[in-house]
């Protein structure tokens, strides 16, 4: 696993990533802080949790060890 931070059009949020024979499978955005943007922001929690999974997934694609 590995942690990396995302900027969302709402704020940054660190993202752990999982991480297979160099290729990331999932990624989780850090739950509080999607929280804490939502409310400042007033959109749902989802929203940004499934942007900042997009933006991870997209930016972080494999991963050289």
Do not use: W
């Amino acid at each position: 696993r590995e942690m990396r931070n995302v900027e969302t059009c709402y704020g940054q949020v660190p993202v752990k990533l999982k991480i297979v024979e160099g290729n990331i499978i999932q990624s989780t955005p850090e739950f509080d802080v999607c929280v804490r943007l939502a409310e400042k922001n007033n959109v749902a929690v989802l929203h940004i949790i499934k942007e900042a999974e997009a933006l991870a997934m997209s930016s972080f694609k494999t991963h050289s060890t």
